[in-house]
């Protein structure tokens, strides 16, 4: 994080944040502090359908779900003077993941809004982002199969203006589709799909465990 806390809140309010939305992300100064920030807010359980809201709209309604979580954390990143970028992961049969990429000495780490414990925070620990993507595999899961098949590129948020997922006021599907659309690759080969072991029964039951009741 480059920026002092004066800087980076008036990155904020040019980016569209009010001055205490900007100040309230400005004292995230480590992606260590994003991550906890992202996980003290109330998990979005889309109770009116579907949503992909921006920051301005997330912090006024206080809960996120993953792509919502990792557009806060982007913009604080930014705000702190880090690329805001994410990466997608996309899944058989599964919902997507989205995350926000952090670099630090030549290694990837990743901050994460999720509902299951295992597919949160990643030390920056990681060589390349299939590193990073294959170390939520064996947790990203329905029921007994393990679902997750690719991960996309890193995707820079700066490429859309910010009045698209900073201060928008309604949803950013357009962005949301654009990451959906980005280029991905692929995990595993069709062999080792198709030879992967279900999950027993107690990796099962944990696997059922959540912080917020749906």
């Known amino acids: 994080m480059k920026r002092g806390f004066k800087n980076r809140v008036s990155f904020g309010i040019n980016l569209g944040l009010a001055a205490p939305d900007a100040a309230e992300l ?3 100064s480590s992606p260590e502090k994003i991550q906890d920030f ?3 807010l109330e998990i979005n359980r889309e109770k009116g359908g579907d949503t992909c809201l921006s920051v301005v709209e997330t912090l006024r309604q206080g809960h996120a779900h993953c792509i919502e979580g990792a557009f806060v ?3 604080a990143l930014w705000m702190g003077g880090s690329p805001p970028l994410l990466m997608d992961m996309q899944a058989e049969g599964d919902d997507d993941h989205v995350v926000a990429l952090f670099h630090r000495h030549g290694c990837w780490g990743a901050i994460s809004k999720s509902n299951h414990v295992f597919l949160r925070w990643r ?6 982002l299939r590193e990073l993507a294959m170390s939520y595999f064996h947790e990203y899961v ?3 199969r393990k679902t997750l098949r690719t991960y996309s590129a890193s995707f820079d948020l700066r490429r859309f203006d910010p009045a698209q997922w900073v201060s928008n006021r309604e949803s950013c599907w357009d962005v949301g589709a654009a990451l959906d659309d980005s280029r991905h690759y692929n995990l595993l080969t069709p062999h080792q799909t198709r030879a992967l072991k279900p999950r027993d029964t107690m990796e099962i039951k944990a696997g059922r465990i959540l912080e917020y009741s749906l």
């Open 123 to 128: 030390d920056p620990v990681y060589y390349s």
């Open 26 to 28: 400005a004292r995230l």
């Open 38 to 40: 992202v996980s003290s």
């Open 73 to 75: 954390a982007a913009c």
């Open 142 to 144: 329905n029921e007994n």
